[in-house]
């Protein structure tokens, strides 16, 4: 192949041979490995804490007051809000499996953040609700941290896990009535009219 990639793995081989060489391709494959599992523990993360919502949004009548007088930290769930986040790290696994490291890391800060501002709009109810140890994301792996844009690894096949991030995009929230129960307006004023008249 004539890529980039293969040109500059061709070059870095002429000036450490075969020896050199396997030992720096092993230590990037070890780099992009390491990212793979920090995006996928994040999916799976994202994962639960969108189930959460969606698990809320069935139990209505335990919060739904608190939302509608407007209790600090509470309000409507919405489990859409980590659609953003689950594309940018769908798109960093990808990268990686590429051999992209340099790439992988430009997007996955923007991951990082996508999934912290979605964290921080998780109502109240839902942080209460959770039994999983399901938090807001610490940094990026340290792997990652000495990663030039320019760096590569060798590629791999994409883990299976990373199709969790295309079920947590087509979640498709339904949202149902919040009223405690179906009431019809009482119409004794309408008999009294009524009656009145034919008299």
């Known amino acids: 192949m004539d890529d980039k990639t293969s040109r500059a793995m061709k070059k870095l081989g002429g000036a450490l041979g075969n020896k050199g060489l396997d030992q720096v391709m092993a230590q ?17 993360n994202i994962r639960d804490l969108q189930l959460a919502e969606a698990r809320e949004l069935k139990d209505q ?26 594309q940018h790290y769908k798109n960093v696994g990808e990268a990686l499996c590429r051999g ?20 921080d709009a998780v109502p109240k109810q839902v942080l209460d609700s959770l039994m999983s140890a399901s938090s807001a994301p610490e940094g990026t792996p340290e792997s ?34 919040v ?9 004794w004023f309408r008999r009294d009219e009524e009656e009145e008249e034919e008299e």
């Open 179 to 187: 009223t405690a129960r179906p009431t019809r307006p009482m119409d």
């Open 61 to 86: 009548r335990d919060w739904h007051k608190a939302v509608f007088k407007g209790r600090q930290g509470f309000h409507m769930p919405d489990p859409g809000r980590w659609k953003e986040a689950a």
């Open 28 to 44: 990037q494959a070890g780099k992009r490995d390491d990212m793979l599992k920090f995006v996928v523990d994040r999916l799976k």
């Open 144 to 177: 990652g941290d000495n990663v030039s844009e320019q760096e590569t690894a060798p590629g791999c096949e994409k883990p299976a896990e990373l199709k969790m991030a295309d079920r947590i995009i087509a979640m498709q929230p339904t949202l149902r009535n």
């Open 100 to 119: 992209q490291l340099g790439r992988a890391k430009q997007l996955l800060e923007r991951a990082v953040e996508a999934e912290q501002a979605a964290f």
